[in-house]
């Protein structure tokens, strides 16, 4: 199977650099850009399969890069991290890099923590494996998910730091599982 991991197109949120989590933020005309720039590089040909998050940011940015050509399928595990407390402030006001560890599982600020989105994240992916093992697959989701996606698939490192890789907007990560 081959999985072409998507990031939202930007949004209001990500200019203010304000945590989104699971908090609703519209894309800007510049993040429908970058979806219709990135439609350019996909063969949305070769796609068997597009899964988004449910958010909206997630579900226009599948639709403006498969443009008609294939349905768009919600599933609520590929929904970004609740970020609890900290949805509305910068990177910079908490313990960013401990949020993000692994083997602290840090829950102090009321959200969900990082060994639970992995599980979920996880859950997505033994489903799609198991339904779609031999098809190509596309996945529109947020950048909490995708690093998800990435460690689930390539091992959590020794460190727990699952903050070493970052996802810029319309980025896509290929994998072969």
């Not at 009321?110 to 339904?131: A, P, T, W, Y």
Request: proline residues 3%.
């Amino acid at each position: 199977m081959k999985l072409f991991v998507v990031r939202h197109g930007e949004t209001v949120r990500n200019i203010v650099g304000l945590v989104q989590g699971d908090t609703e933020s519209m894309l800007t005309e510049y993040g429908k850009l970058q979806a219709e720039q990135l439609r350019q590089k996909i063969d949305v040909n070769a796609i068997d399969y597009v899964f988004s998050s449910p958010l909206s940011r997630t579900y226009e940015t599948a639709a403006i890069i498969v443009e008609g050509k294939l349905p768009v399928q919600v599933d609520e595990r590929l929904n970004e991290r609740d970020y609890g407390d900290f949805e509305g402030i910068t990177r910079e006001e908490f313990d960013y890099i401990g949020y993000w560890n692994y083997h602290k599982n840090l829950q102090e600020n009321h959200g969900e923590d990082v060994q639970h989105l992995c599980m979920r994240v996880n859950s997505f992916l033994d489903d799609i494996k198991e339904r779609y093992p031999d098809k190509q697959i596309l996945i529109v989701t947020h950048s909490g998910v995708a690093r998800a996606i990435h460690y689930c698939i390539m091992g959590i490192p020794e460190d727990g730091d699952m903050t070493i890789i970052d996802i810029p907007n319309c980025n896509v990560m290929e994998y072969t599982i």
